[in-house]
């Protein structure tokens, strides 16, 4: 595929142990394009998050390659991969993973004291952001504050804020209610269709899995 | 926001935590700067001597005198510029808990030799003048309101009977090392008060004070004095003025390596206190700091971000030690007589060395953590559960 902005090349993973190693991939290959809603899904310890740590270059394979946008992530070192993930890819959590101490704006302003913006330009990006997740008027709250559909709406702010090409998420509605579940879908939907975010989401939902263009299903670390 | 404001935000999350953390570092701090200014204190005498001076004393003991004939043997020596001489006078001034030091001194020769004392030049001609007259220690006149004209009835013991002293000069001390609580007043009235009542001991000097042209000289010059008087019946030990001191502070040595080496524990203590509430905390944290990688925070990154908050935490903790440092010494001085501790003031070192304490136990608390959340991968930090 031409345009495929992520490729799995025969990757396997197997975490180590004590003395054996605990298979979780098994040689697996996918080619995601540019522009798509990818669904992964799967029993419970089938290897979703480990595959999308994989593609977000949070962890690297045992055998085999990953390449985003035409980086092959396993060549990088871990300051180059770490400068890497701050431009290229946005992380989403299942459990919003807000630092506490620090407002809505300052945790959505977090990725950007890693780049070279002015105080003014970051301001700017944390404003839009949050105008985006639709939480202009929360800017000065503390998560503890938040409702957990909220608290994700941020999370979402700060994966977007440095305009990354790639969104990951791990079951972004898996702590949420049905309505903040909806609203968190309904958003991921408008980042992929309106600002062309590639997205890779790991869900157990059904009808989150619906919302995504394309669904795979991972079992015993094979993907089918 | 810049990761200056995080460092604060994460250091003051656990308010009570940190206060307590902060007060431990200050205490310790504070301990720390007494102890040294004690030990310091100890040592003031031997500090304070000036490297062109030597002392001659008995070579049995200082407590037995030399005759006063060796004045002039000494002074004949090359390289021997002024020889003055005091004798311990002690005495009881109302009781025996006021003490302060009291000498019988040749005043003239003594200030060209300590020329740290000063004295105003009318005081000088008035004290010099009347036989019976004394000069007492600005801080001593302090400490017993003394003025021009008092009169200090003494009652003598190694001097007996009844000594009464008029005040006409009060020395200034030169600087904060200069003992200004001592009490002078003129050998030879000492001498002719012997004389009439025990005129066995007149004559007596308790120990020279040479002061010599070169410094270099002093090996030179001891061994020659000494050389002077062997087989004389006062045979004489002469050395710097510093190994004259030491030699006095030595039996109390055992009391200063103690305190030395408790101001150098506390300093462990700091350590592990502060050490402990960062490692609490960045445990606290393993998940937290795993996101921020998550974002692209680099090792780096953590590094200064763990490490500020532990500066943060010891710089305040060591600034409230030290500005505590004061009024307890302060406080020490007023309950403590000055004429114990002459010269008992915080010096410039043991700040320096009590704020670098606390800055270098600021980085070293904050290794283990860092290390923990620089090694801790993503992967195992996100999933890791308190
Ligand atoms: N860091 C790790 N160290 C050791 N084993 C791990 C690690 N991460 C995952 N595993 C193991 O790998 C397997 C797959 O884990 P993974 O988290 O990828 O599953 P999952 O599909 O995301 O499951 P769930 O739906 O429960 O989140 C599990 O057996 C898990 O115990
Ligand atoms: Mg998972």
Redesign the interface.
Known sequence: MANSIIQVENVSKAYRRDTFDIPVLNNISLSVSEGDFLGLMGPSGSGKTTLLNLVAGIDRPSKGRVVVGGTDIGTLSETALAKWRATHVGFIFQFYNLIPVLTAYENVELPLLLTSLSKAERKKHVEFALQVVGLADRMYHYPKQLSGGQEQRVAIARAIATDPTLLVADEPTGDLDKQSAEEILTLLERLNKEFKKTIVMVTHDPRAAEKAHTVRHLDKGELK | ???F??MF??A??HKLRTSLTILGIAIAVMAFGFLRTVVTAWYAGVEASAANRLVTRNAVSFIFPLPLAYRDKIARIPGVETVSYMNWFQGVYIDKNQFFARFAADVQTALEVYPEFIVPPDQLEAFTKERNACMVGADLAKQYNFKIGDVIPIEGDIYPGKWDFVVRAIYQPRDEKVDGTQMWFHWAYLDERMRQDMPGRAGEVGWYIIRISNPNDGARISEEVDQLFKNSRAETKTESERAFQEGFVQGTNLIIVLLNFMSFVIIGIIMLVLGNTMIMSARERT??YA???????????LTKLIAGESMIISILGGALGLLLTYPIVGMFSLFVPKSWFPIFYIEPITIVLAGTSALVVGVIAALFPIQRAVRT???DG?RFVG
Not at chain 2, 291 to 300: D, R, Y
């Open positions: 926001m810049r990761i404001k995080l935000k994460n003051l999350r998940k937290e996101v921020l990688k998550t974002i692209g925070f680099s090792g780096s990154h991968s993503i992967v996100l």
